[in-house]
């Protein structure tokens, strides 16, 4: 089993900035071949934010986050952190954690996940 617990969340202006952060633990974590940000707004699906494919450390951002968004690994702490830059009132959302053995692209494939952490941007 892969626990994870995200934290960091909260309420900021527009144009403000929160760390997200995820801190995994379990046995099954250090197989995890994928980990990855999601978030849902109400009344919206589900969407990927980011991932890293860890194997190569590659990362991959949304259309919507890119160039505002980091997403990092600390191997040394088991976290996995994503910098959130110029905040917008569509971000505002519940962000979720979630690791997986393969294909990141792939929502489905994501075994575990956290309980999330809300983010509301005001405008």
């Known amino acids: 089993q892969v626990q994870l617990q995200e934290s960091g969340g909260g309420s900021v202006q527009a144009g403000g900035s929160l760390r997200l952060s995820c801190a995994a633990s379990g046995d099954e974590y250090r197989d995890a071949g994928c980990m990855g940000w999601f978030r849902q707004a109400p009344g919206k699906e589900r969407e990927r934010v980011a991932h890293?494919?860890?194997?190569?450390?590659?990362?991959y951002y949304t259309d919507s986050v890119k160039d505002r968004f980091t997403i990092s690994r600390d191997n040394a702490k088991n976290t996995l952190d994503l910098q959130m830059n110029s905040l917008k009132p569509e971000d505002t959302a519940m962000y979720y954690c979630?690791?997986?053995?393969?294909?990141?692209?792939?929502?489905?494939?994501?075994?575990?996940w956290g309980q999330g952490t809300q983010v509301t941007v005001s405008s």
């Open positions: 890293i494919y860890l194997a190569v450390g590659s990362a």
């Open positions: 979630a690791a997986g053995p393969t294909l990141c692209a792939q929502q489905g494939a994501y075994k575990y």
